[in-house]
């Protein structure tokens, strides 16, 4: 399973139901300018964005995008009325906010706002390599720069900014930053299914310099406009566990074909590519090459079962949800921890949700 149709098939999963809503006439605009914050001079080809923030809508009918002229001016047309995100995206310059941010604008039926005046940083970039135990390059790695905040509890967190991947020579470059303080974690993509992982040790989720444990990752300073090379560390080999179990439906039938994600807490590794299993007829599954860890357990229809299951219209079933029971006790939350030993007996009800 490629990467993108496995991050598909996760975002069927968990996104909300959809619900029309009635969006009004399109007849609002907004005209504005990107410049560079620190000389004030106009940025041509800069992206603006803007997706209105409503559920139930589909993107296509919510996104609006303009591309900056040589003066650095845009303009979005046939505008709906309400509150949209902004963002604004240019090479070589940090994002007006990040992944995780939101810069909010309000829109009135019939308004024509003019003056908006967006301005950009320079980007800050780390550029590094990584190895093996035996000092050999690591190609295919996914690399995550986390950018240090602090939660509204005062506690701090990290939220992913940029990801990149490692070339034949191990090397990243995790580009578009801004100013802040970052953890870099490296993590391998895990193996599909339903090939088997045989490995007793697997590469594990390694924060630089050089470490499994966020604890000791070593925070980065970034200003704007920086650019940090020599990130050379070594990716860490643990213990690989398994986590098997069988998927059944409400009644207790074996459901055959079900997708069962595991999902790490990115605040306990970062950033990281699901590990995935499929359920056989006996509604058994194994997932492989797992490292000590919290992990959030999703389970949804395979695209082969989607397809073959029908509503009798046509489509396919809505896809399936569930509880997590281990045990024989059902999950406060739908997670697991993964220690020192394997994770067995873990039972998934599905729902069609009908």
Not at 32 to 57: C, E, N, W, Y
Not at 296 to 301: D, I, N, Q, S, Y
């Amino acid at each position: 399973m490629s990467l993108a149709l496995l991050t598909a098939v996760v975002a069927s999963l968990i996104a909300p139901q959809r619900v029309p809503v009635q969006l009004g006439e399109a007849n609002a605009q907004i005209v504005g300018q990107v410049i560079d914050a620190a000389s004030r001079a106009p940025l041509p080809d800069a992206i603006v964005s803007l997706t209105l923030i409503l559920p139930g809508i589909p993107a296509a009918a919510t996104g609006f995008q303009a591309v900056t002229d040589a003066n650095g001016r845009f303009v979005l047309e046939r505008l709906f009325a309400g509150r949209y995100q902004l963002q604004v995206q240019k090479s070589g310059f940090a994002p007006l906010t990040g992944p995780f941010e939101a810069k909010t604008i309000d829109v009135t039926a019939g308004q024509s706002m003019t003056g908006l005046e967006l301005a950009l940083r320079t980007a800050a970039v780390l550029v590094g390599h990584i190895v093996d135990t035996n000092g050999h390059p690591l190609v295919g790695l996914t690399v995550s720069a986390l950018r240090q905040t602090a939660g509204a509890d005062g506690r701090p967190i990290a939220t992913t900014a940029q990801m990149a991947q490692t070339n034949e020579s191990g090397e990243f470059r995790l580009a578009s930053l801004s100013e802040g303080n970052y953890v870099v974690i490296a993590a391998p993509l895990p193996t599909p299914p339903p090939a088997p992982v045989v490995s007793e040790t697997v590469l594990a989720p390694t924060y630089y310099p050089g470490t499994p444990d966020k604890d000791a990752a070593q925070v980065i300073a970034l200003v704007s406009g920086q650019t940090m090379s020599g990130l050379q560390f070594t990716m860490v080999s643990r213990a690989a566990h398994r986590v098997s179990g069988v998927v059944v439906d409400e009644a207790g039938t074996p459901a055959a074909g079900t997708l069962v994600i595991l999902m790490i807490d990115p605040q306990n590794g970062g950033s990281w590519t699901p590990a995935t299993g499929l359920s056989d007829e006996r509604g058994r599954f194994q997932i492989g090459g797992i490292v000590p860890g919290t992990y959030r357990v999703m389970a949804g229809m395979s695209p082969r079962r989607a397809a073959s299951v029908s509503d009798g219209s046509g489509g396919a079933r809505a896809g399936v949800t569930g509880g997590v029971f281990v045990a024989g006790t059902t999950a406060a939350s739908l997670e697991i921890t993964v220690g020192d030993t394997d994770v067995t007996d873990l039972r998934i009800v599905v729902s069609s949700g009908k």
